[in-house]
């Protein structure tokens, strides 16, 4: 579970059609999103039966580059069986002009350490290919192609497709989550609500592990997702369960002065 809990923020896919420039005009808000975590309505006829918990999605601004922390944890009740706690936190590091990323994220089952990934990816320049070097769980070399792109230059991306009237996008993505962090990523983009003035998209994102041919995503997510880049009605599709997350506090954190 620990690649999908980690691809709930930041880790969404850029649309061909949409170019660096109009990415490059985005500008996304800095914040810290704390959502609550229940079963989703539709899934409460399966083995899981309840689901208590929380979701905290925080993206901070800095000259340098952007930093995004992430942390999901969860109690779920089954129907057969003592049930089970999930925990997943993660922090990543990216630069300004999308071609360095450094990543980090550990699990827990039950309390106990499941995984850890740790390491850094290095595109030759934006959207170029390039490589990342994981060191844990072991020293790993991973070769990224061509189109590879990096988390924040994503949703910049797909709010610059929405804008545009994009609403079907294909694209490489790399997001540090762990050993399968490099997927191909398709969006589907429905059309805008208004909400308090402005516009609202509903997106899906099904993931797809690189060089396969399966008909069926390894994991889907649906959020609404606003033009300043925060997220709202997170649905994450893990197969057996649907989590359902519902924005409990939005709090705008402080841009940095760059002069």
Sequence with gaps: MTAPATRIALAVLLGCAATAADAGAIELLP?????????????RNGAVTAVKGGLVLEWRAECEGWISNQRLGFVAATEDGPGFSYDVRFTSWESR??????????SFDDGEPAEEYRGRATLEAPGGK????????EETRLELPAGTIFPTEHIKRLIAAAEAGERLLTHSVFDGSGKDALSTVSAVIGAAREVDGAPRWPVQLAYFGMGKND?????????????????????????????EGRLDRLEPLPSPDCR
């Design 31 to 43: 914040h810290r999103a704390a959502y609550r975590v229940t079963l989703a309505e539709s899934a």
């Design 97 to 106: 002009d999308n071609t360095q990323l450094r990543f980090s994220v550990k």
């Design 130 to 137: 390039g490589v990342a070097l994981f060191a844990l769980p």
């Design 215 to 243: 008909a069926l995503p390894d994991f889907s997510i649906g959020f609404e997702l606003d033009r300043r880049g925060v997220l709202y009605d997170i649905t994450l599709d893990y197969g057996e369960f649907v989590l």
